[in-house]
């Protein structure tokens, strides 16, 4: 069974960073490309990062370019998302999502950007 | 961006009932190598998405067959044949073609 938890999550104050992590099991981690979406709650779905089976190549959402970094230790079946100069609108739960498309996905992690 | 427009944003129908909800994309989803990249995704109360369709019409693992997705282009709809209580949700339709991946607004689904 595909399992992936996020964590990380938590209360931060503007412009301070904070970084997520995806445990990721049940399928074969190394070949899997890997998302970040994320969710103000009550609203729709956004789309943050996609990154392929080995790292090389990493896309962004225009919103969270320069400030988020996603990366992954496929040693550790893990994928990270980075996440600086943090602003109250990146308020949100933050879900990662397995497969070239948004497969499988967690439950989610809350971030709160709040002073 | 391609920007996915999702109609009607709510919806309430009565058990064993039909419905369907439409997506609109600024561009055309169909790629060079014959794919269209258009899918749909179920979010139950306090769950995260889901993935239904993929590919515009193709079930997901164990979706049930009252759901069935069609269109082309840049016009896409999901139908259920016969509503039922599991299938209370926010329903959004998303697009691959092009990155950034893009979602539309979501579809509240109710029973009545």
């Known amino acids: 069974e595909v399992q992936l938890v996020e964590s990380g999550g938590g209360l931060v104050q503007p412009g301070w960073s904070l970084r997520l992590s995806c445990a990721a099991s049940?399928?074969?981690?190394?070949?899997?490309?890997m998302h970040w979406v994320r969710q103000v709650p009550g609203k729709g779905l956004l789309w943050v990062s996609r990154?392929?089976?080995?790292?090389?190549?990493?896309y962004y959402a225009d919103s969270v370019k320069g400030r988020f970094t996603t990366s992954r230790d496929n040693a550790k079946n893990t994928l990270y998302l980075q996440m600086g100069s943090l602003r109250v609108e990146d308020t949100a739960i933050y879900y990662c999502?397995?497969?070239?498309?948004?497969?499988?996905w967690g439950r989610g992690t809350l971030v709160t950007v709040s002073s | 961006d391609v920007v996915v427009t999702q109609t009607p944003l709510s919806l309430s129908v009565s058990p064993g009932q039909p419905a369907s909800i439409s997506c609109k994309s600024s561009?055309?989803?169909?790629?060079?190598?014959?794919?269209?990249?258009f899918y749909w995704y179920i979010q139950r109360p306090g769950q995260s998405p889901q993935l239904l369709i993929y590919?515009?019409?193709n079930r997901f693992a164990g979706v049930p067959d009252r759901f069935s997705g069609s269109g082309s282009g840049t016009d896409f709809t999901l139908k259920i044949s016969r509503v039922e209580a599991e299938d209370v949700g926010i329903y959004y339709c998303?697009?691959?073609?092009?990155?950034?991946?893009?979602f539309g607004q979501g579809t509240k689904v109710e029973i009545k």
């Open positions: 590919e515009v019409s």
């Open positions: 998303m697009q691959s073609i092009q990155l950034p991946v893009t």
């Open positions: 049940g399928f074969t981690f190394r070949s899997s490309w």
């Open positions: 990154i392929n089976f080995d790292g090389s190549r990493i």
């Open positions: 561009q055309s989803l169909l790629h060079t190598d014959g794919k269209t990249y």
């Open positions: 999502a397995s497969d070239l498309i948004p497969t499988f």
